[in-house]
């Protein structure tokens, strides 16, 4: 377990997940309050490729480790590839030796749901990971879709519902904002 102002903290699983906009920004959050903690984090991103530029220059600027394992490019379930599903089995690989690896304190798995939800990887190999986790480690998985086992596991689910959204009105994603 790693220490905050001396008390010993424990590593939680959280999923956040929904139709709702927020789940990587508020993964993100976790990572700006663990790196001001001076916490050591890391991020892989199941399915997003390099465009998504605001994210990765933030976590640069934050010195946080981050990889990339996605096709740029919008995926949805009508343009999956077989390259797809090979990089989110490279992702799964990768987050299984940092997540057991011991050296984070804050491990997010951005996308990691959607991976699972689109047949790229199984819900076997999400529990693998949580099985994996050191104690003190936190983990955060994000994505549209939550398992049912996954969230019978984790600390803490939070579902992030669309009410209303700009792109129903036509207003696409915008740089620096949505991405």
Known sequence: MFKVSG???????QVFYGDGRGKTSAAMGEIVRAVSAGLRVTVVFFMKGERRNAEYSSLKALGVEYAVFGRS?????????????????QALKF?????????????????????????FIET???????SVKPARTSLVLTGKTADKEVAAKADLVAEFRKLKHPYDRGILARAGIDY
């Open 7 to 13: 008390k010993p903290q424990p590593g939680l699983v």
């Open 73 to 89: 490019g919008f995926l949805s379930g009508a343009d999956a590839r077989a390259e797809d599903a090979r990089l989110c089995r």
């Open 95 to 119: 987050a299984e030796g940092q997540i057991s690896s011991g050296k984070w304190d804050l491990v997010v798995l951005d996308e990691i749901n959607n991976a699972r939800y689109y047949g």
């Open 124 to 130: 076997e190999d999400i529990l693998r990971l949580l």
